[in-house]
Each structure stands twice: as C-alpha cells, then as structure tokens.
C-alpha cells in the first residue's frame, strides 16, 4: 500500500486478465459438463422412486382391504412369534420395514429439485439466444421429473404414515397382550 495524504490507496497485483478469463471459462465448463453427467441417473433414480411409489401403493391398498375384510395376518406379531424379542426389537423391526418409503419420501423431492436445476442452466443459455426451441425442450425435462418425483413422495409419504400407525396399533396390541400374561 502506498500512503498519501489522503489514506491508503491500494494497489493491486496485475494478473492478466486473459487467463483469468480463461480459468473461468474452464472451471464453469467444467462444472456444466460434471452436472449434466448426473442427469441421466437422477432421472432413472427418480422413475424408480415412481415405481417403486407404485409397488408401495399397490402393497397398501391389498393390505388395506385385508384388513377391511378382517383377513389381514400381522406380519409383526409373525415375527414376534417366530424371533420373539422385547418391544424395542419390533420397534427395530418397524423401523426397518419402512425405511424405504421413508427414504424415497424423503429423497425423492431433492431428486426432483436436481432434476430441475441441471435444464435450467441450458434453458437459460438458450434465452440469451432467444431460441425458444431450446427453452421449451429443457423446462420439459425440468418440470417433468420435478412433478414425478413430488407424485412418488406424496404416495411413498402417504403409505408410510398409514402404514406406521398401523404397525404401532399392532405392536400396543402385542405389549397389552404381553402385559396380561
């Protein structure tokens, strides 16, 4: 720094800005080019939290109407009787039967939110080159597997709600029964 009457002026170092540009340019090259690589998976990852969603919903409804037509067979107290175990291991049990549609409820909007944002960049590009071609085919793929990736969290988040108070009614049922023997 050098002084003057007035304060400090600073003085910077001289970097020639080609190479700083360049830089630049290939960093964001580089990371456009690293996003777009993950939006096939996410994609596929996305349609099988779909199907996956669907399976679940499938599963739900059978065990619904089983239950309806008081046809329903606990799987929980089948492996209680085959394992046996305290309450806190069919807690465990519970928590692991659900995982998955806890996962993909929980997931599936990030996936989504992905599948969003990497379009959106090329989108973008295609504005500032007033193709509206370019723009339309991106926000497709955008909003697409944004709207699919909200429809398999709300069914997965929907069936894991139902689905656990279900399963903690039946492990009360086993602790009462437990309780009067």
């Known amino acids: 720094m050098q002084g003057t009457s007035n304060g400090p002026i600073a003085v910077s170092p001289s970097f020639p800005k080609t190479n700083e540009k360049n830089l630049m340019s290939i960093l964001e ?4 080019e690293l996003t777009r ?4 998976p996410v994609l596929l990852l996305i349609l099988a939290a779909l199907a996956y969603a669907f399976l679940a919903l499938g599963s739900f409804v059978m065990e619904a109407w089983q239950r309806r037509a008081g046809r329903y067979r606990s799987a929980l107290a089948a492996h209680q009787r085959v394992h046996g175990g305290t309450s806190d291991d069919l807690e465990l049990w519970i928590m692991q039967r659900l995982e998955w549609l806890r996962v993909t409820s929980r997931s599936a909007p990030m996936l989504g939110l992905v599948a969003t944002m990497i379009p959106m960049g090329p989108a973008l590009l295609a504005l500032t080159e ?5 723009i339309g085919e991106n926000l497709v793929i955008a909003f697409s597997a944004v709207i699919l990736a909200l429809i398999a969290s709300s069914i ?13 009614q039946e492990l009360r049922a086993i602790e009462r029964m437990g309780e009067q023997n």
């Open 130 to 134: 007033s193709d509206a071609k370019g």
């Open 29 to 32: 090259s580089s990371l456009y």
């Open 37 to 40: 690589v993950f939006l096939a």
């Open 156 to 168: 997965t988040f929907f069936v894991l709600t139902v689905r656990r108070r279900w399963l903690l």
